[in-house]
């Protein structure tokens, strides 16, 4: 079982790419943001909890997101590999990210980081928002403080992978298949 992280600011493509990579890998898809959005449509005391934190343009605690994980890692046990989207975000998940992973006796193979310059990030954010209704992504204040978060927590995680050498950066400026051939050619060895 490969474990791989996307990473990348929001609005880089992680989702994107985690759908081409499925199509032509098999992964399973885990998208901490997909997930906390389901909790959102149901309504439920989290869902109520997430929409208020995401509402002010903050990231989920580290301890809802990894349940939500834990969760869905035993929930597909027969996974020929698992894309983790949008997560770690902080030094705290990763390390718990790895634990976990250990104990499973799959640890995490690569980090692939989506390089994007920020302008191009906050206007696919933007159409996003408008496209597919999504408060998160239509307010240029929240986007840019989105970003800001994600630079100053998740620069520790990319250092913690880069030491342990399972990193990877592919430039995610152009069209998804050219980024997809990039991260091709970065898995072929563990494949």
């Not at 343009?57 to 580290?62: E, M």
């Not at 408060?135 to 030491?163: C, G, N, W």
Request: glycine share 8%; hydrophobic share 40%.
């Amino acid at each position: 079982m490969l474990n791989i992280i996307i990473a990348g600011p929001p609005g880089s493509g992680k989702g994107t790419l985690a759908k081409l990579m499925i199509e032509k890998f098999g992964f399973v898809h885990l998208s901490t943001g997909d997930m906390l959005r389901r909790e959102i449509g149901l309504g439920s005391p989290l869902g109520k909890e997430v929409e208020s934190i995401l509402a002010k343009g903050d990231l989920v605690s580290d301890q809802i997101v990894i349940s939500l994980i834990s969760n869905s890692l035993k929930a597909n046990p027969g996974a020929r590999g698992f894309l983790f989207d949008g997560f770690p975000r902080t030094l705290t998940q990763a390390k718990v990210l790895d634990d976990f992973l250990k104990k499973t006796g799959h640890p995490l193979k690569l980090m692939i980081l989506l390089k994007v310059d920020d302008a191009v990030c906050e206007m696919r954010l933007l159409r996003r928002g408008g496209i597919e209704n999504r408060p998160d992504d239509t307010d240029s204040e929240k986007i840019r403080h989105r970003l800001a978060t994600y630079y100053a927590q998740t620069v520790p995680v990319i250092d913690h992978y880069k030491k342990q050498g399972k990193f990877v950066s592919v430039d995610n400026s152009k069209d998804p298949e050219h980024t997809l051939n990039q991260v091709s050619k970065c898995l072929k060895p563990i494949l």
